[in-house]
């Protein structure tokens, strides 16, 4: 059942491939999907919860889907739970949430969360803004991107007899982004994970980007929560003096958390407190 389940999401996300991402227009577009299952194996599932909401060509405007689902049965000498639950908008933001109790050890219990979306920018140019020597201006050619994808999540699991429950949470980027993912596995306290990408591309290029968030959860004879819903949040940066981007409807992806020092920037730190030392040092 639960690989029939994520076959039906896949073929949501295949069929929204007459929407997808191209190079030839400005387009931006969300999904959502949620499901929750009390599986015994097929054919005998006791229940079992599906849901999906998208919207394409969302403009400018924050438009938020979302699809909560929730399976209860009460087994001989105990019950099963599960929920599942995700939601998305176009500035980039993700929300998953997905929990599972099962007092017995048949049937399995699955719940998962995901949401997804995704846009194409076209990097741009003013040449009338000048450049310095360390960061030259866009009209020598090209644009430099900052992405950020950084993730808040909790992960619980438990077990009451032998089998217990497991938590998940997957964080990919998609298009330019493949490259940035961030995987998280119980035993995982809250936490904040970020992850950068430095892309350059030529002025006028299309550039598909997105996110996809999972939150996933199983129990036999257990209990499990992945809590992403804190979010998953999305941030973009133009590093190029005099560049920018577009996007369809005007969709304005500003930085969505406070961007961590890079590596540079602590070394630079570094150096500036051992000089203040020795100052301090000699001046005695």
Same mark, same amino acid.
């Given at each position: 059942?639960?690989?029939?389940?994520?076959?039906?999401?896949? @073929?949501?996300?295949?069929? @929204?491939?007459?929407?997808?991402?191209?190079?030839?227009? !400005?387009?931006?577009?969300?999904?959502?999907?949620?499901?929750?299952?009390?599986?015994?194996?097929?054919?005998?599932?006791?229940?079992?919860?599906?849901?999906? +909401? *998208?919207? %394409?060509? @969302?403009?400018? !405007?924050?438009?938020?889907?979302?699809?909560? #689902?929730?399976?209860?049965?009460?087994?001989?000498?105990?019950?099963?739970?599960?929920?599942?639950?995700?939601?998305?908008?176009?500035?980039?933001?993700?929300?998953?949430?997905?929990?599972?109790?099962?007092?017995?050890?048949?049937?399995?219990?699955?719940?998962d +969360?995901?949401?997804?979306? +995704?846009?194409?920018? *076209?990097?741009?140019?003013?040449?009338?803004?000048?450049?310095? !020597?360390?960061?030259?201006?866009?009209?020598?050619?090209?644009?430099? %991107?900052?992405?950020?994808l *950084?993730?808040?999540?909790?992960?619980?699991?438990?077990?009451? +007899?032998?089998?217990?429950?497991?938590? %998940?949470?997957?964080?990919?980027?998609?298009?330019?982004?493949?490259?940035?993912?961030?995987?998280d596995?119980?035993?995982? &306290?809250?936490?904040?994970?970020?992850?950068?990408?430095?892309?350059?591309? &030529?002025?006028?290029?299309?550039?598909?980007?997105?996110?996809?968030?999972?939150?996933?959860?199983?129990?036999?004879?257990?209990?499990?929560?992945?809590?992403?819903?804190?979010?998953?949040?999305?941030?973009?940066?133009?590093?190029?003096?005099?560049?920018?981007?577009?996007?369809?409807?005007?969709?304005?992806?500003?930085?969505? #958390?406070?961007? @961590?020092?890079?590596?540079?920037? %602590?070394?630079?730190?570094?150096?500036?407190?051992?000089?203040?030392?020795?100052?301090?040092?000699?001046?005695?």
């Amino acid at each position: 059942m639960r690989g029939s389940r994520w076959f039906l999401g896949v @073929a949501l996300l295949v069929c @929204a491939g007459g929407h997808e991402m191209k190079a030839s227009t !400005v387009s931006t577009w969300v999904q959502a999907i949620s499901s929750a299952c009390i599986c015994n194996g097929l054919p005998w599932d006791v229940g079992s919860s599906f849901n999906t +909401g *998208q919207k %394409f060509g @969302a403009g400018s !405007v924050a438009y938020e889907i979302s699809g909560p #689902f929730t399976d209860n049965y009460l087994y001989s000498g105990g019950s099963q739970y599960a929920e599942g639950w995700s939601s998305a908008n176009t500035a980039g933001v993700l929300k998953a949430f997905s929990q599972v109790n099962a007092t017995t050890p048949i049937p399995e219990v699955f719940a998962d +969360g995901h949401s997804y979306w +995704g846009a194409t920018i *076209q990097a741009t140019c003013d040449p009338n803004v000048p450049g310095t !020597v360390s960061a030259p201006s866009c009209s020598a050619g090209s644009v430099t %991107f900052h992405f950020g994808l *950084q993730l808040h999540d909790t992960l619980i699991a438990g077990n009451y +007899g032998q089998y217990g429950g497991g938590a %998940f949470v997957n964080y990919d980027g998609a298009g330019a982004l493949a490259s940035l993912a961030i995987h998280d596995g119980n035993p995982h &306290p809250a936490g904040l994970i970020t992850r950068y990408l430095d892309v350059t591309v &030529p002025v006028g290029t299309y550039l598909d980007i997105g996110a996809d968030l999972t939150a996933q959860t199983q129990a036999q004879q257990g209990y499990a929560t992945a809590d992403a819903s804190s979010t998953g949040l999305f941030s973009l940066q133009v590093l190029t003096p005099g560049g920018g981007y577009t996007t369809q409807g005007g969709v304005v992806f500003a930085a969505s #958390f406070n961007t @961590a020092p890079e590596p540079g920037t %602590f070394a630079a730190g570094g150096l500036g407190c051992l000089f203040l030392l020795l100052v301090a040092r000699k001046s005695r």
